[in-house]
């Protein structure tokens, strides 16, 4: 009777781990499932993971059971891969910091007083081992009160950097484990007190970064809404300016067709061609803004480096299928990805001979799922390659080459794929992106 009370507390606390791990991880994160798929899960990691702590291998629980942690998390949250790696390490060191910090603490005490603690694997160990997850239990409080105010991105990179605390720590605390407890008093409150100090300075700092993150996530969307703005705004200015040169246009065609009548009752047939030609030029040359999608920022973003290349006398070719929608695609997204692609098409053109600079673009629906951005542009330099990625060719190739990896990371978090080749003097680019995946 005493064996099955002692298996279902053991089956309780693996519960419990994986009930703050999700509590965890949900002040983060949303679900991905429905309330019963996370109780099905949450029941079967439970289990195996309790199965694992009576086979009473330490090597194996703690290789296993971040593991089980990790597919845990990967199968309830919104997470990416590389993210929810870097936070089951996080929360994996709270929780061995705590283990580390109380086996401290009952040194202390068997040491100083009449009481003996029994191991946390026997029956009476249980009791203390409650009041263990209980103090686990509201730091994971503590934590989740701050953490639950801060937008942590899927693309967070500064995630791996908030590894290097809890780790380090967990090191040193552990180090004091192995170590002969200190028989002065003096001594062992002071190794105590810095154990304890240690262990919530992990939680404080771990907020900090993550604050720091969001703010510089913050700062970066300010910016962005900022070059978006601006977009808007010279997009709003480039159609009043169209509307401008049409109303003049339309306010003297009475007069040009009173002129055409005229002329043709006179038989002078070539001047009036000549007129039409003449004015044909006009309206193109004050027209010159297209307009070439219903989107503002994407058509900002077109017309700015269709500009450049004519400048460069870069010959440009454009097809954009009608009525596509980018709203899928958020806005700094689309500066990104359009924006690193045609302006490394336009700079590779550009180093080829006056005559041969060519830049094809088409933006069209390769399916009813994927909305597909291609790009042909001469080329005239060898493509440097490490296995199946380019190098960039520049001479400062620290800080050139970046713009293609941002490109493949947003065209993964699209759900797409980016293709790029290089035939004879021809650069193919194909961007593919899922027109029903959340950016």
């Excluded at 099955?4 to 089956?11: A, D, P, R, T």
């Excluded at 603490?105 to 029956?123: A, E, G």
């Excluded at 992990?202 to 700062?219: G, P, V």
């Excluded at 990104?336 to 045609?342: Q, V």
């Amino acid at each position: 009777m005493e064996n099955n009370l002692f298996s279902l507390s053991k089956f309780l606390f693996c519960s419990a781990d994986i009930y703050m791990l999700s509590r965890f991880f949900a002040s983060i994160y949303p679900y991905k499932t429905s309330l019963k798929n996370r109780y099905i899960y949450g029941i079967s990691v439970t289990f195996i993971i309790f199965m694992i702590n009576s086979i009473g291998s330490s090597a194996l629980n703690f290789t296993t059971v971040p593991i089980c942690y990790y597919i845990f998390v990967l199968l309830l949250f919104k997470v990416s891969l590389t993210n929810g790696i870097a936070y089951t390490i996080i929360y994996f060191a709270f929780v061995g910091g705590r283990e580390v910090l109380f086996e401290l603490l009952y040194r202390l005490i068997i040491h100083n007083l009449p009481l003996y603690i029994p191991p946390w694997f026997t029956t009476g160990g249980v009791y203390f081992l409650t009041v263990e997850y209980f103090f686990g239990y509201l730091f994971l409080l503590y934590i989740e009160k701050y953490i639950k105010k801060i937008n942590i991105t899927n693309n967070n990179v500064f995630s791996w950097y908030l590894l290097i605390v809890p780790i380090l720590s967990l090191m040193i605390s552990s180090c004091f484990v192995y170590m002969d407890f200190p028989k002065p008093f003096s001594v062992q409150i002071f190794m105590c007190s810095g154990a304890v100090l240690l262990y919530f300075s992990n939680a404080a700092i771990f907020i900090i970064l993550e604050k720091y993150t969001d703010m510089m996530n913050k700062i970066k969307y300010a910016e962005l809404y900022s070059v978006k703005r601006d977009m808007e705004s010279e997009h709003f200015k480039n159609i009043l300016k169209i509307n401008d040169h049409y109303r003049c246009f339309m306010h003297d065609v009475h007069s040009y067709f009173g002129s055409f009548r005229l002329l043709a009752l006179n038989g002078e047939n070539d001047k009036i061609v000549e007129i039409i030609d003449e004015l044909k030029g006009k309206i193109q040359k004050e027209t010159n803004i297209a307009i070439y999608s219903s989107n503002p920022v994407f058509n900002a973003i077109l017309s700015e480096r269709i500009t450049k290349a004519k400048e460069l006398e870069i010959e440009i070719s454009l097809f954009v299928e009608k009525n596509i929608k980018f709203d899928f695609i958020s806005d700094a997204d689309m500066i990104s990805l359009f924006g690193n692609l045609l302006d490394n098409a336009i700079e590779a053109a550009e180093k080829c001979e006056i005559g041969k600079r060519n830049v094809n673009i088409k933006v069209f629906m390769g399916t009813n799922y994927f909305l597909i951005f291609h790009i042909e542009n001469s080329f005239s330099m060898k493509v440097k390659k490490a296995g199946d990625k380019l190098i960039t060719s520049k001479s400062d190739s620290k800080h050139h080459g970046l713009g293609i990896g941002i490109v493949r990371s947003l065209a993964e978090k699209y759900g797409g794929s980016l293709n790029l080749i290089q035939k004879d003097d021809l650069f193919l680019t194909t961007l593919a992106v899922s027109a029903f995946t959340e950016g």
